[in-house]
């Protein structure tokens, strides 16, 4: 989420689901509040709507931020980025991340394809970084052998 | 030839008191001399490098006396995501005793720590850690725990995979007070429904409770996706480059995963633990808590909240070498020190000796750490499909006659057996309802009897396994998700076990849990080091076992009446 949200947030106001359930939204766009046993048993909620939204993977970043913990801000922030990818599509990424799995052609085209696609270029920066380290330490695939052998 | 009966050269008579001390039980634990060019060695090695840290342009350049042209990719990704690079040269400038005085100095604060602990390096932590001696690494971890209250984790597993035991032991579970619940299989094709019946079980024993199936890495993430699990811990990591990659991952892959599964709202921790590098046969010539160290930095720099550690799976290494429970105990204060949730180990048979094993518990138990086991057996340890924990159901009274001695909380309690029969009996009704609104295989009455009186897998009817095999395939196909669970247990009548799920679920939603150290307390607040940060300042502070969880901790299955010596307190 480029988009940061400006709400101020601090220790305090976590939990957010005791101490700010407002601001709390399922990706479908109900409020937290809408997720009760009655709209369970009537149908009215699926799958989807109990998942994290990005816009509350951006708040615990925040939360995280204020409580001096940095990586696991950015942790939030990538994973902000990934709540609109598909699991099966976020598996694969995942697997194309393991040693020799992927040629740096195909990690750059990973990066940009998290970068253009799904408008994730802090996921993108993590894959190119992967890419430069892979090079060095001989952990990319020969090319052709992508698909092929998969571990050493 | 002579003429006396002569004996048997190569034997010579022993003392009657060595036959005792042969004959103990500690005497079948395997010991070894260490071995530092190999590894096998736990924080004292003359290999281990010597701390250093350049940095450059905003850039660490050297650590730990390499250059970055050098970096392996551990390195790598602790110079460029754990290491504070702003404070870095001047907190390893430090002097390491001064480093150590202010883990055990109660005048400084865990805020005051961290201050100096997010820039230092691998080598320079170690060089910490080895001023200290036990007492002192447990004042450091009772300090820098980063939840205040501390709590307690359980392995819920059976042998026969039955969904069954496994509902009944994660309510029992529950009831008596684990805040985590994870199981694993024997046979894992059994997962969807063996997942489901702990998820069912620990929302019966007690609202909140979260549960989790440890599997291979993707197999893990989907039960998480579709909300039949809550969390996940089963995330190995390793301390050396080349057994990084003999696990099939590295820093960036697992930094992506951690980010996957936030991505889904799904708590996450990362494991690792001392021995792991030296048992998969490529340490690199270090000592085992310098390859932790580099672990939970790792951990650390991809911004996971947690590290399970203190050796785990790999406690006979530092349990068969000088000072290696010393080193255990030192990597579970290293991670707190990161500033990481520690979920402490205490989780794998390591000795054959009672004694032993009870020691081996102390430096996590009496300081108190996030959880301190990592999977303790709330089954019989034949059950544990873990391959046995450090403790199991037959060691419930000794754990809470030991907290009771010592006024330390180790997440457990005493429950009557009413209650625990009543928890039992509801859970397995609760999965027999669950299992005929999904179609699943049916759970009988004669089960629901057996698991209600049951000790373990044994004591239970055969199940049709290839039955449950096929039904386990169906929760997959089907897509059943955790809101298709809500759903059959409140339509079934258990509308108390249905809301507490639901509960569990909709925090999905918060991202409350991602928080560092989380736990759903039993009215479901979470409860994080944010709103509980660990506020210990010396005596009279920090957690304090007091008040109505001290008289509930007073309780054990038989104690004197004051007023009544012939009666016991209920």
Redesign the interface.
Known sequence: MSASLDTGLT?GD?????NR?EL?R?PTGKP?TA?T?DA??SGE???E?????PE??E??AQ??DA???P??????R??????A?P?AE??G???A???RASTAAGLAALADRLETTWSAPV?AG??R??AE??AR?D?LARAGAEDGE??? | MTATQPRPSDQPRHSLRTDVLEARPVNLDGFVEEWPEKGLVAMESAFDPAPSVRVEDGRIVELDGRQRADF??MD??IA???IDVASAEESNALPSAEIARMLIDPRASR?DV?AVTRGLTPAKVLDVLKLMNVVEIMQGMQKMRARRTPANQAHSTSARDNPVQVAADAAEGALRGFAELETTLGVLRYAPLVAIALQVGAQVGRGGVLTQCALE??TE??LG???ITAYAETISIYGT?SVF??G???P??K???????????IKMRFTSGTGSEVQMGNAEGKSMLYLEIRCILMA??????GLQNGSISCIGVPGAVPGGLRAVAAENLVASMM?LECASGNDQSFSHSAMRRTARMMPQLLPGTDFVCSGYSAVPNADNMFAGSNFDTEDYDDWNTIQRDFQVDGGLRHVREDEILLARSKAARALQALFAYLDLPAVTDDEVEAATYANSSADYPFRDVLADLKGAQAVMDRGI???DI??GL??AGF?DV??NL?TV????????L???SAVLTADF??L????DPNDYAGPGTGYRLEGERWAELKKLRHVTSATDPESEVR
């Not at chain 1, 990586?71 to 939030?76: G, R």
């Not at chain 1, 990538?78 to 709540?83: L, Q």
């Open positions: 220790r976590y939990p957010l689901s005791v359930p709390l399922t937290i997720l046993m369970v048993v909620l699926s799958a709507d109990l998942r994290i939204a509350t993977l708040l615990q939360l995280a409580s001096n913990r990586q696991l801000a950015m942790n939030f990538r994973a902000a980025e990934m709540c990818i699991d976020v598996l990424m995942y697997n991340l393991r040693p996921c993590l894959v970084e992967a380290v892979y330490r952990l998969d571990t050493p | 392996d990719f790598t990704f460029d995501h754990a805020d961290l890495e993707a993430l989907e996706m579709r909300g480059e990659i003999d099939d991952d590295t960036w892959s930094a992506f995963l951690a980010s996957a599964y936030a991505s889904r709202g650390k720099g991809a911004g996971v909240q500033d998700t955790g809101l809500v759903k409140e339509s509308h249905a809301e639901l679920l909709r925090q999905r939603v918060s991202g409350d991602l928080q560092t607040t979470p994080s080091a944010i709103n």
